[in-house]
């Protein structure tokens, strides 16, 4: 399975995948010998990034809010 390539997690990779759309939209044969096989790789690149991005900004969110309720259990523990 891939990532849908038209939403908003795949915006800043819109030209790479403008680029490999034009080159598969060349026929079979193109794609069949190998011509999109860079654009295909530079799609996948921009979107691992993407995903990496928001893979650390979510841990970095969890651990925050890992450390809030941690503090709320340590306060209630404390007060009863």
């Known amino acids: 399975m891939h990532p849908h390539l038209h939403n ?10 403008a680029i490999l759309e034009e080159c598969h939209a ?11 096989t860079t654009a295909k790789y530079n799609v996948n690149m921009c979107l691992r990034a993407q995903r990496l991005a ?5 841990r970095q969110k969890a651990l925050e809010k890992r450390k809030q309720i941690e503090s709320v259990w340590k306060d209630i523990d404390e007060n009863s």
């Not at 908003?8 to 995948?17: F, G, I, R, T, W």
């Not at 060349?26 to 999109?36: A, E, P, Q, S």
């Open 54 to 58: 928001r893979t650390a900004e979510n």
């Open 26 to 36: 060349k026929g079979f044969m193109w794609k069949v010998f190998g011509n999109c």
């Open 8 to 17: 908003e997690q795949a915006k800043p990779c819109e030209d790479l995948v």
